[in-house]
């Protein structure tokens, strides 16, 4: 007892003097006493059996005693689409929003979203959540797809109100953490040598050993900065967070997932990076147990996990777009009307004469010229992710193992028989093929939901009754009649795709239509099982199984932190936001 008051007081003495700038905002919060607070930790990608698989091989010591000291480990099942920005949207909002997939078009606005570009995610945030309250009022976002009305957003992609890069990035706070600690900056750099030769080993060991490979592009660029730079000042950000008693914080680790989608989720790189998460963590967990502002209850977490797999291009020799867009011109029998495709054609390009005629402030000037810049010297460097036929009538979104087909003759969704009528061959094409498992459509009926696949078809509706061979399909993805219920579910969703098509799934693993041999977004594998980790005795233990997102934000975080406080106004900014300020076309540097 007296050797942990010891602890107690010398952790009290060290973080003082550390983060001694936050010591007003403390002592502010601590007048009313302890309040209920919530740290939430997610570890993008992570699935239960390969978390399981590093506990194992001793490479979480920090999370290894963590649960001996009184928590549990358990996977729930992810919900569909298995991928951030929905399963975030659920987190801090309640729903996902009709979120579809990483990438997705909107036919109404013909507007491309990808949720790796600040502008598209900033233009459905407010769009989807105007008028909504999220978790995260009045507490902070570090390194997430969504903010969820933080009052402070760093390191995140959208935020509750318009920024400056100066301040998505941290802003004047981050900088003062790294003047107060230059040991962690020195640190830093160091590691970032290190992981980039460390990358030049694993790639080389990885193309001696493996049949699938992923193309390198910017892809040490990223790991760098999602496994050095982004983990230690968001590391040290959620720290200072917990020193100075913010009630709700959140924060995502993306670099295990960003390894995994090169090298595969079970690969000694992405295992081994799980040890570098592990140290944040521990020191995460030291300031809750020592130095805690407010009485916070710490959920460590998954959003989903990966399935391995393999690039769709290295086994069928063309992505999914050139396979389409070759079929197209040999079966050409579109039905796009001319003024449909014109509008989208002009949609999707840069809107450069629109943005250069919008009033902006300067700031909003240098940052939108800057990221044009950069996007156009990167675009030869980042994977396939889009493809746009303008001949054929068609855009393909992928995400992962998962990918969106629009027919641009119409603004509204199209069922399968319109889709027929547009492009006669197309379904039997698709479903016939060995790279793709099954094909949703809507149906003729209002409620009814298509499945294609390469032995016939299924018609789905809310009361579905099959015998056990018409399901046989999905016996590789998991239980038959779970599976109908989400895919019913998605598959009708406003922003899905007339066609959405699934990776198939195989012992050579999952078909990712993005250049990775990591995949989630769909259903089947490891994808679907991600973990979460509560203290012993927590109600939500208590459940037979867990399955969805749903059940995360209403019985774990509004549990503990109670009635959501009203959102503040936003800050006088020198121009309103204007989505018309910002491109539509190219995706930003991280993969999903």
């Not at 978390?51 to 091989?57: K, S």
Request: glycine residues 10%.
């Amino acid at each position: 007892m007296a050797s942990r008051a010891l602890t107690r007081w010398l952790s009290s003495c060290y973080y003082g003097i550390k983060l001694f700038p936050f010591r007003k905002e403390r002592r502010e919060r601590l007048a009313g006493g302890l309040q209920k607070g919530l740290v939430g930790i997610q570890i993008d990608g992570l699935a239960f059996p390969f978390l399981q698989q590093a506990l194992d091989r001793g490479y979480l010591p920090h999370l290894e005693r963590y649960l001996r000291r009184g928590h549990k480990l358990v996977e729930y099942h992810a919900g569909l689409p298995s991928t951030t920005p929905a399963a975030q949207s659920v987190y801090f909002y309640g729903n996902d929003h009709a979120i579809p997939a990483f990438r997705w078009f909107e036919k109404e606005s013909g507007q491309i979203i990808s949720c790796n570009d600040p502008d598209h995610v900033q233009i459905f945030r407010e769009k989807l959540f105007a008028g909504e309250t999220g978790l995260l009022s009045g507490g902070a976002s570090y390194s997430n797809i969504l903010d969820g009305d933080a009052e402070r957003s760093i390191f995140t992609v959208s935020s509750p109100h318009p920024q400056t890069l100066f301040s998505r990035l941290g802003g004047a706070r981050i900088l003062l953490l790294l003047m107060v600690n230059p040991l962690r900056t020195c640190r830093m750099f160091c590691a970032s040598l290190i992981e980039f030769w460390a990358n030049r080993k694993d790639e080389w060991h990885y193309r001696r050993k493996k049949t699938w490979h992923a193309q390198e592009g910017l892809f040490p660029f990223i790991r760098i900065f999602c496994n050095v730079i982004l983990r230690e000042m968001q590391t040290f950000g959620v720290i200072a967070e917990v020193y100075a008693g913010t009630p709700r914080i959140y924060t995502t680790y993306s670099g295990y997932d960003e390894i995994a989608h090169h090298f595969g989720p079970g690969s000694w790189p992405a295992l081994k990076n799980l040890r570098y998460i592990d140290r944040r963590i521990g020191e995460i967990i030291r300031a809750v147990d020592y130095v805690p502002g407010a009485d916070y209850l710490l959920v460590i977490l998954s959003d989903h996990g990966q399935t391995p797999g393999y690039p769709f291009q290295s086994r069928f020799g063309a992505t999914l777009g050139d396979a389409v867009s070759a079929f197209l011109q040999e079966n050409q029998t579109a039905t796009v009307s001319s003024g449909s495709m014109e509008f989208t054609k002009t949609q999707i390009g840069y809107l450069q004469d629109e943005l250069e005629a919008k009033p902006s402030s300067w700031r909003h000037r240098i940052y939108r010229h800057t990221k044009n810049h950069l996007q156009r010297k990167i675009h030869a460097l980042v994977p396939e992710t889009l493809k746009i036929d303008p001949a054929g009538g068609v855009v393909i979104t992928y995400s992962s193992s998962l990918a969106h087909l629009y027919i641009t003759g119409s603004t509204s969704p199209l069922n399968w028989k319109e889709v027929e009528a547009a492009q006669p061959l197309l379904l039997r094409f698709l479903k016939k093929h060995k790279g793709i498992g099954f094909v949703l459509a809507r149906g003729e009926q209002a409620g009814e939901l298509m499945i294609f696949h390469s032995g016939g078809q299924i018609c789905v509706t809310e009361d579905p009754r099959f015998h056990q061979q018409e399901l046989a399909f999905l016996r590789p993805y998991g239980a038959p009649y779970e599976l109908l219920y989400q895919l019913y579910r998605f598959g009708l969703g406003p922003r899905c795709g007339d066609l959405v098509l699934f990776g198939a799934l195989d012992e050579k693993g999952i078909a990712c239509f993005d250049d990775q041999v990591g995949g989630h977004g769909s259903v089947g594998g490891e994808q679907s099982r991600p973990f979460i980790i509560l203290p012993l005795g927590h109600p939500v233990l208590d459940r037979e199984r867990l399955s969805g997102y749903e059940f995360l934000y209403h019985e774990i975080f509004l549990a503990q932190v109670g009635e959501i406080p009203p959102r503040k106004d936003p800050p006088e900014r020198e121009a309103p936001y204007n989505i018309n300020q910002h491109l539509f076309d190219s995706d930003f540097f991280l993969h999903d």
